[in-house]
Structures are given as C-alpha cells and as structure tokens.
C-alpha cells in the first residue's frame, strides 16, 4: 500500500503542497484505491502489446511555414505577475 | 409564446428559423432569459447577446451551451476549477468554431466537475449543479451543467467531452441523450485536457435527431490536433422505423449484478423493445470489461498528472505563494485543485513513477488493449452492444464524496468504450424511483450512424416523456 | 603523496552530448517563428506558451533535418519512432513536461570519425530564464524574467558512446560534428549563440580494466577550448580523488573557464523522475522511403569524406586535409584553386599556402567579403614554383591580393617584386661579398653558418626578390 513516505514523496514531485490531515487521508484513499486496481496484477498479458496510441495514423506532419505569433500584450496579460515583457518568477535557488 | 419556442427541439427550431417563422434573436433572448433565471448552478457565464449567424446556416442561430472547458476566445473558461479563475483564452476551440461557422450561438458555459474529473458534478470549484428532476439529487457528471441545462430546458442542446462516460451517464441520470464519438472523430485543439488518449468532445440533446445533427458539424480532421482523424461518411440524419437485421449483443459483464433493480427492469423492458422491432439479441462476453475500471484509474490520472502540470501560476491563473519558486508552484496548486483533482494527480503521478510505472501503468495499457481486442471480437458477432448507462439512478447529493472508489466503480459501464476509442450513445429508456434511467448502445470504430439510426427506432418505440420544462 | 606504492595508470572515459538547435523557420510544434535576439516574448502562441487546451504538431522540416543528421552520422534510423513526455517542474517549461524521446528514438548506433555515436532524437527546446535585474524582486526576493520565443525551437540530440580517449579528442571530434552540421546547414551550430551546446560525461578507469567508473557530467561549455580545459580539469580531479582513495561521486558541474575550476551546479529536476510515458497527443514516426531518399540526397559532400578525398586524391597530410575540410568554405577555395591552376601549381603547395598564408590574413572575415579569387592563388603559387617570384615577395603580393583583390603578375609588375634576375644578382652578390669582408673569412676558414649574414645583406637589397636558397648558391660558387 502507499504509506506516509511515498505520499509525501508523490505530492513533491507533483508540487503539491498538502497539509498534516491530508496527507494522512490521502495515504488512505489512495491505498484503498490502489487495492482495487491491483486486480489487473492478476492478469496473465505477458504477450500483449500496450496501446501507447490509440489512433492508427503515423506521420502527421505540419509543413515548415510561419504563421504570424500572438501579441505579447495579450499573452502576457493572462499572468498573474509580468512585466512589460515577460513573465516573472520567484528564481530558482533564491529564496 | 416563449414556453412554445423552447419546448422545439434545436432540429425544429433550425428549420423555423430558417423558414423566416422565427427569429434567431428571439429564440437566443427566450433561453438566455430561462437559463439567467435558473436555480440548479448549471452555468457558469451566460452570453450577453446573440452575435449575428451566418446567413442559411445549418444550425441556423441555435443557442449552444458548451461546457467550460471549451476554450472560447474573450470567454471565461476555467474547466469548472479556481486554478483558470479568470482566464479567457486567446484562442477558440475548434470543435466550437465548427459548429459556430455552422451556425450555433454560444448561450453560455456551463458547470462541470474540475477538469471533467468526477460523476457527479461534485467537483466543481463553482458549486454543484442539481439535477433538475430532483434538485436534492447530482446530475451526474463531469458534464453535468451541459446535462441539467438541456433537461431542464435552459438550452435546447449542449456540447460536453466524455472520457469515462462524462456525457452518456449525466445524459442518463438527467434523461437526455449524450452519445460520445469515435475517438479522433472531433478535435481536442481547445479543449482543456484531462486525459489525452481519452477525451472526446460530443453533443447533449434532446432527442437522437438533434444529436445527430450536432455531430455532423462537429466532426472532421483539424490541422492543429495530431490525432484528430477523417470521418470516413457524412453523418445523416436518422430515420430508421425497425431495427429488422440488426444484431444485438448484450454483455453480462456490464449488465448483470451491481446493476440496481430499477434500473435492470428498465433494461430489460429496452431489451424487449429491440426485439419488437426485429432486433436479434444475444449474450456476447467481454471477459476483461471488469478490469476497466481499473485500467482506466491508472491510465486517466496519469495523463491527467502530466496535463494539469502546466497549471502553475506563471503565464495564466492565479497565484497564490510567491515567497520562492517551490512556494509558488506548492501554493498555487494546493489552492487551486480541489481535493479529487489533487487525488488523482497523485495517483497518475504515482502510478508513472520510478520503479513503479511498469506494474501499473504498463499493465493498465495491456489492459486496454485486452479491452479494445474484446470489442473487435464482439463486433464479428453483433452490431451493437447494448447496456445499461449507469448502474444506478441519479444519487443524492453528498451520498458518496466520502468515498472515491464507490464514486469510480459507478462508471464501469461506460469506461470500456473510450478505452477501446469506440463511439457510444446512452438515450432515455424509463423513468425508475420517478427518475431517468439511460440505455447505451456502443458500435465499432466509425459506426455512429448505425447507432444513431438503431438508437432513433428505439427512442421512437419507447416514446420516453421526458425533460421536466419548468 | 605516497611513496613506494604502485601509481597505476588511469584513461579518460568521455562521451559527448550535444544538443544542435535547427535552422527551420518555425518551432518543432507550432506555427510560431524562430527568432535569435528579437524583443522578449514576440515569437509566441497558445501552443508554445502551454495555454490549457493546446496541442503540438510536428514540423515536416525538423524530421526531414533529423533524419539527413542520422544518415550523415550513418545511424540505423527506427521503421517506427514515437515522442515522450520527460516530466518536471521549471519556469522555462510551460507544459510541466518537455517532449522528446525516450526508448524508441529517431536513430541509434552510428558514427563520425572514430567515435560511436549511441543516439540521436527530437525533442523542443525549453525557453529562456533571464535575470530579471531592474525588474525588481518579489517581495524582496530575487525575481528571473521567462522569455517564451525560445521555447519550442527543434533540437536533435546526438549521444555518443564512451568512445573518447582524451579531452583533445573530445574537442576534436566536436569540432567535425559541428562541420557536419554546418555542411548540411541544418544547423547554425554557434556555440556562443547557443545554436550547439556540449555536456560531456567524463569519467576514469584502471588502464586494462573494462567496467567504466563513476562518470561526472560537465553542462554548457560553449566552447571548444573550454570544452577541452574543462574536461582536462575534470579528469585531473577525479584522478586525485580515486589516488588519494576516494570515490567519485556522480554529480552535474560547471566549469568556470576564467578560474580555470569547476563547481557543482544546482540540479534543475527533483531526483531525476522523470516519469516518462508515450506522448498521447502525438502518432509515431515511420519514415518512408520517400522520406529517407529526400534527406539523403539533400546532404552534400561531409567534411569527413571531403578530407579523405583531399588526402586520398591529392596526397595531402591527413592534418592539412583536415583543415582544409572542416572550415567549407576554404576547402571550397581550395578545389577552385586546384582546378584552375590546370596543375601549373602543386595541389600539395597550394594546400599549405592556403593553410598556412591565406587564412591568417582572412582571419575572421566572412567568405563573401574575401576578395582574394582561387585562381589567383593558384596563379601565385605558380609563379613561385616558376622561381618567377620568391617566396618573401609572393607573401607580400598575397597581403594585396587580400586586402584588394586583383591580378598576381600584375601586382608583381606594378611592385616590382619580380624575381632578381641573374645579372641583377651577380652584382648584388659581388658588393654583399665586398661589404663582408670578415664573413668571407669566416666561411673560408670552415665557420659555414657566417654565410647567412651575406644572405641576409643580399635579401635587403634585393628587397626579398631573391631566392635565398639560389643566393646561397651563388655565394659559393663565387667563393669558390
């Protein structure tokens, strides 16, 4: 099952930030989740291949030509913080 | 005059438009008016006007209630979560630029479970949307606004996406019919990703005619999506009277126990029904559809994992820590997903994890192909494949957000089609505990019309009353 | 240091990773233009930002470019290759995840010169962190600015096996991989620009022995001689831990070229998960033979072929073909000059005229400015061989045939730098002798070397007209 330990490891690398009851009640819902989809642990699909695409087509290919890009302005006014040209963040090792 | 114009199906209220016997503004002004009005939180913006359609328009100036998912230029569209609080996209989807250029009005966006996670409509950083035969009772979900909108008659038809049954179970529980496409069929340029190999945009409608007609302008490969495909035929409009030749195969797997009484007689009596119209029935297994559920919670949340990783506060969103950069992505997601969301993140991004990503997700996408080579041998036998929707009638709400798993296994009739990418339809059979009861009927790979015409004749046959106006 | 004790001998292990950025005119994914300097953010869409909803496309020219580098590095290129999703949390990638590829890539097992190359795949480029500087902190802490117009740029990463046995080497076969692709101008290859960037695994083993140690990897040299120095530094700080009995710990550095010392860098990733899975928004590669037929026939001759047929065809040493080879543009020079010489000049000749004169005084100018024509080159050394004009005196026309272009013989001509002719000679000859009297001594007294101050007096005044080697000659006949 998946203890303390993993959970806490699991939510670092899906920087999820979870609190004490949390953590506590997530290592129990997704042990018990986890028991069921063990199940297909049962399964014998040694020769089966996994389906890694479920459409049938190879080659979709996009030709080489530009297409005009969006305006700054209104791609940088989604963001909860950005200057006049870019996109700001805390940096990393800083703090 | 207006309780006349919405009780038109969207078919009927196209051709009166057309004809000059009704204008489109006052048909968009008679919804907005219901749907501005309405008590069950199944919109989550509502257009202010209706822009001018093209002239001669197929759907001709048909207000459209599309899921918030859709990205819509300008538009709110936040997937039903407080991480895209705010957001308006600059870009339109194109299954919704489709079906715009043929006509539809945008009505508005409608509620959702957070990134279509969820049966229920539970899930929604906006408040749930309450079904509109019993407002003490979910929708179901995750296109539950979609759902409720058209059951209640706040919209004429909707578009919502299915990945586990996300269209057919709402339309189930709120007696309408939701049919999903073929996987491919639609585009997903647009459409707010919760599991990639999964997710399918389709319509919810009143009737088998309106969905029919819906899907006809929504299919067709789109330049910007890899995995969007050509829809070999033009998708008609049904007409079927009889279903005389048609094989029928019914899996006990999917209809057997777990199903609730009720909702069995139902079944059973829809059985009946396609044998009255010359239908052939037969049992026909699929041995590893047990498994789906299983399958499906691995190979779902681990796409999820990596799709909802873009939601981190820098380039749209909110933000909600900025003390360091740990903080900022901690922060934000934390307060942003709700606790299902988080939930299967966790769980995708555990089941792809070192050391583990063999035993589940591996085995899950064997799995998955066991489940997709089960069809095929099916379909050498039968037709179609007939089930029941969902196991159970609409639940109340809070019955079960204390217990994810029993939420999960409620979808085990519906997960093994997208997992095979196959196209599925659920309409209304019969009412049980005075509540909707669906019945679904799955084909082949690009067989959508076949199961459009099967599912009209039924829908004829059964004459299902349905959708409590008011 | 101990004393006594055995000093065993320990060889480098390096391999080369390189990331090549290509010269396609839009992103791997999107519609959006390449751009190398342009105004922060101005080259982006939905997609390449990873707005909610977006889905990549793949670009025809990035695989087409994928596929001429797999066949010039002579790799088995996969029936079937399909993308992978590499996930982490950074702020220059938008997606959470980057795609690449991962256990079935476009290409494997090749080579280029006498290095093994054990890979080479697709994948996007991450966009560009910036310092933010003026634009101030966040909430007193330190603030970085994301600028997206990178992020999305076509990479082909070309892995090499373990093959290197020195850090001259490494720097070596770096500099023929980036000929190659400046050839096949699939790529800028700039170090500097960042067009080419080189991490080298580095790592030291027993001589004899066949495991392979702990290796180190060394990120963003963007040089070649910082690339050679750093992995020299490198190999010598693994060898005095392993000497003084301890273990090498695997570990990502940078190497600082000023202070010459090297420095562990702060790991982007978390522990390295990268939780890789197919890319479901993506359908496989399977080149066709169309394809593959069309990428063959856009690569031209490579530097590595065109320097054996230089030392093959013409005789030249392996050293000078090579240098002729790498750099396109003077092996391109160098065969119009052969060719129009119509052999009046020797191809070996030419080779080290062009080598050894011509490019110090091109130094940095780019190909199009040169004004110096093959032919005329060719006509020069000619000359020489001719005994028309010495030596000295041609490197004095070459400096005008450089800086202005033009014509040898009438350069000669106008100068005056033709050869001394034999009278001329004699005389110039005659009056050296006379003015040295002392070195006459010398020399007739046995001390031979004190002939090269008359050499030298007859060089001045002939003004560099003569051949030294003809003067020597006479000088001795006339003393006999």
């Known amino acids: 099952m998946i203890d303390r330990e993993q959970v806490l490891h699991v939510a670092r690398l899906a920087r999820l930030r979870l609190t004490e009851e949390e953590v506590e009640r997530m290592s129990g819902e997704l042990s018990t989740i986890l028991d069921h989809i063990e199940k297909i642990g049962e399964l014998d699909l040694e020769e089966v291949e996994p389906t890694s695409h479920v459409v049938q087509v190879e080659n979709v290919l996009r030709a080489d030509e530009p297409r005009p890009s969006w305006a700054r302005e209104r791609m940088l006014g989604e963001s909860p913080d950005a200057t006049a040209v870019g996109f700001r963040v805390p940096s990393p090792g800083a703090g | 005059m207006s309780a006349e114009i919405v009780g038109l199906t969207a078919a009927q209220a196209a051709a009166r438009v057309r004809a000059g016997e009704l204008s489109a503004s006052e048909l968009f002004d008679a919804y907005l008016e219901r749907a501005a009005a309405e008590d069950l939180n199944a919109f989550l913006w509502l257009a202010e006007e209706a822009p001018d359609p093209p002239a001669d328009a197929p759907l001709g100036g048909v207000p459209l209630a599309v899921k918030d998912l859709f990205c819509v230029e300008d538009v709110p569209s936040a997937a039903g979560s407080r991480i895209l609080e705010g957001y308006r996209p600059p870009y339109t989807a194109t299954a919704v630029r489709n079906l715009r250029d043929a006509g539809a009005t945008l009505l508005g966006k409608t509620n959702q479970d957070e990134f279509a996670m969820g049966s229920s409509n539970e899930n929604s950083g906006y408040g749930p949307v309450h079904n509109p035969w019993d407002r003490e009772r979910v929708p179901g979900g995750s296109s539950g606004g979609s759902a409720a909108a058209v059951a209640a008659g706040l919209a004429p038809w909707a578009i919502g996406t299915d990945t586990g049954g996300s269209i057919r179970q709402p339309a189930a529980l709120c007696g309408i019919v939701g049919l999903k496409p073929t996987y491919g069929a639609v585009s997903r340029y647009g459409m707010i990703s919760f599991a990639s190999s999964l997710d399918q945009c389709g319509p919810l409608t009143r009737d088998v005619t309106d969905a029919a007609l819906l899907l006809r302008h929504m299919v067709g490969r789109d330049r910007c999506d890899s995995t969007s495909l050509e829809f070999p035929e033009e998708v008609v409009q049904p007409s079927a009277e009889r279903l005389a030749g048609m094989r029928f195969g019914v899996p006990p797997e999917l209809s057997g126990e777990g199903i609730e009484p009720g909702v069995r007689e139902v079944f059973e009596s829809a059985v009946k029904t396609i044998e009255g119209l010359g239908g052939s029935l037969e049992e026909v297994s699929l041995p590893h559809s047990p498994h789906g559920i299983a399958a499906y919670y691995v190979i779902a949340p681990a796409e999820a994992s990596a799709n909802l990783a873009r939601y981190d506060g820098v380039r749209y969103g909110p933000r909600t820590g900025d003390s360091d950069l740990t903080a900022m992505y901690e922060q934000t997601r934390h307060d942003g997903f709700g606790p299902e969301v988080r939930r299967r993140i966790m769980l995708g991004t555990y089941a792809l994890s070192s050391g583990y990503y063999e035993a589940y997700y591996g085995r899950a996408q064997r799995v998955r192909t066991k489940i997709a080579e089960d069809f095929k041998a099916a379909f050498e036998r039968v037709d179609l494949i007939v089930t029941p929707t969902s196991p159970t009638v609409a639940f109340k709400l809070g019955e079960r957000t204390e217990d994810p798993l029993a939420m999960y296994m409620s979808d085990y009739c519906t997960v093994p089609m997208p997992l095979a990418g196959i196209p599925a339809i659920s309409i209304p059979a019969g009412l049980s505990q005075r509540l909707p009861v669906g019945i679904q009927l799955a084909g082949p790979a690009f067989s959508e019309n076949r199961i459009l015409d099967s599912a009209y004749a039924l829908e004829q046959a059964i004459g299902f009353e349905g959708v409590p106006v008011g | ?480």
Request: glycine fraction near 10%; include cysteine.
């Open chain 3, 1 to 480: 240091m101990t004393t006594g004790a055995p000093t065993r001998e320990y060889e480098p292990i390096i391999g080369l990773e390189m990331h090549v950025q290509l010269k396609t005119r839009t992103k791997m994914f999107c519609g959006c233009e390449l751009s190398f300097g342009d105004e922060p953010n101005t080259h982006t869409c939905p997609v390449c930002l990873g707005h909610p909803g977006s889905l990549p496309v793949v670009n025809v020219r990035a695989v087409e470019y994928g596929l001429m580098i797999a066949l010039a590095l002579r790799c088995d290129i996969a029936p079937r290759s399909i993308f992978h999703r590499k996930n982490y949390f950074y702020p220059d990638l938008p997606k959470g995840y980057q795609i690449s590829q991962y256990d079935i890539p476009l290409a494997r097992g090749g080579r280029l010169g006498d290095v093994r190359i054990h890979r080479v795949h697709l994948e996007e480029d991450a966009a560009k962190l910036v310092h933010a500087g003026e634009s101030g902190r966040i909430h007193g802490s330190e603030a970085s600015i994301v600028d997206f117009n990178r992020g999305g740029t076509p990479l082909v990463e070309i892995v090499t096996e373990p093959d290197i046995r020195s850090p001259e080497e490494a720097a070596e076969f770096g500099r023929l991989l980036q000929a190659t692709m400046r050839r096949m101008g699939v790529s800028d290859v700039n170090m500097e620009e960042g067009s080419l960037r080189a991490d080298a695994n580095v790592s030291i083993r027993p001589v004899g022995e066949a495991s392979f140690g702990t290796k180190t990897e060394l990120k963003n040299m963007n040089s070649w001689t910082f690339l050679r120095r750093g992995i020299q530094a490198e190999l010598e700080r693994q060898e005095e831990i392993v000497r003084s009995g301890g273990e090498v710990v695997q570990e990502t550095l940078h190497f600082d070229p000023q202070a010459g010392t090297l420095s562990p860098l702060r790991s982007k990733e978390e522990a390295h998960d990268y939780r890789y899975f197919p890319e479901p928004d993506l359908v496989p590669l399977a080149p066709t033979e169309e394809m593959l037929e069309r990428a063959g026939a856009a690569i031209p001759e490579l530097p590595g072929e065109r320097a054996q047929r230089f030392e093959r065809d013409l005789g030249l040493p392996e050293e000078t073909a090579r240098v002729l080879a790498h750099r396109f543009e003077l092996g391109d020079f160098y065969e119009r000059a052969v060719s129009a010489g119509d052999g009046a000049a020797n191809p070996k000749t030419l080779a080290n005229w062009v080598r050894n004169e011509l490019v110090p005084r091109l130094g940095d100018a780019e190909p199009e400015q040169w004004k110096v024509e093959p032919a005329a080159l060719a006509r020069l050394v000619a000359l020489v061989g001719e005994k028309a004009v010495s030596q000295s005196a041609a490197k004095e026309v070459l400096d005008t045939l450089v800086s202005e272009g033009g014509d040898p013989q009438a350069i000669v001509d106008a100068k005056g730098l033709g050869r001394a002719g034999a009278d001329e000679l004699a005389e110039v000859v005659e009056r050296a002798l006379a003015e040295n009297a002392d070195a006459v001594e010398k020399i007739k007294a046995g001390q031979d070397k004190a002939i090269g101050a008359i050499v030298g007096a007859v060089m001045r005044e002939t003004k560099g007209r003569a051949d030294g080697g003809e003067v020597q000659r006479l000088i001795r006949q006339r003393l006999g």
